[in-house]
């Protein structure tokens, strides 16, 4: 399979070439080749252990190596520890949600350790997930997996960051928690958030993005616009095994 050369990547908020990326001894990026706009929402696409989740960690610093080029509004970040990544207004929402099981809704929105000046205020969070709204007082435990969901998406909107990248955000949620979550992403897009997408659901990345990443082996393989998706919709079943 041949990957698609892109161009116009000068004005990318995010460029990324040449990534590789190890687990311990295990290599599992390959040299992976794509970039994000401002106010754009990308997908990366792919089957179980394609590498889209190594591919955000990488992005974060998150992995034990990496080597290559990640670019950040135009800084390489590819030296640069987590933390530090972080602090250029990126964050990541991974699958496993992270939030404070034993505290309230209210009180998970409160504790991002450093809220900048633009973080989402309160309000406008339970504008955007009226269902924390009405669940405000209640324990992580106590929350529904969609609930769960919207908390950790809620508590990385309140740092402040403008670029997120979300791991699976709608992975096992029943439809209409879904449809709310895709609708959030677009409320998001409009106020001038750029995301990256982990998924497996091609529907719902239909949805909300603007373009897909395919990813097969640890590389990026090939890239659909969203409006020719339809065209393309026997390719990327082959891609993705369905």
Known sequence: METRTETGTRDALLEVSGLE?????????????????????????????????????????????????VKLGGRETISLQARH?????????????????????????????????????????????PNLKERRRSQGTKLSGGEQQMLAIARIL???????????????????????????????????????????????AASVADRHYVVEQGRVVDMIPNHALDANIEKLHAYLGV
């Open 158 to 204: 309140r740092t402040g960051s403008k670029f997120l990248l979300l791991d699976e955000p709608t992975e096992g949620l029943a439809p209409v928690i879904v449809q709310q979550i895709g609708r959030t992403i677009s409320a998001l897009k409009e106020e001038g958030f750029t995301i990256v997408l982990v998924e497996q659901n091609f529907r719902f």
């Open 21 to 69: 990326g190890w687990y311990g001894e295990s290599h599992v990026l390959h040299g992976v080749d794509f970039h994000v706009k401002q106010g754009e929402v990308v997908t990366l696409l792919g089957r179980n252990g394609a590498g889209k989740t190594t591919t955000i960690k990488a992005i974060m610093g998150l992995l034990d190596k990496r080597r290559g080029s």
């Open 85 to 129: 990544i972080a602090r250029m207004g990126i964050a990541i929402c991974p699958e496993e949600r992270g939030i404070f099981s034993s505290l309230s809704v209210e009180e998970n929105l409160h504790l991002p350790p450093k809220l900048a000046e633009d973080g989402l205020s309160t309000d406008r969070i339970f504008e955007l997930f």
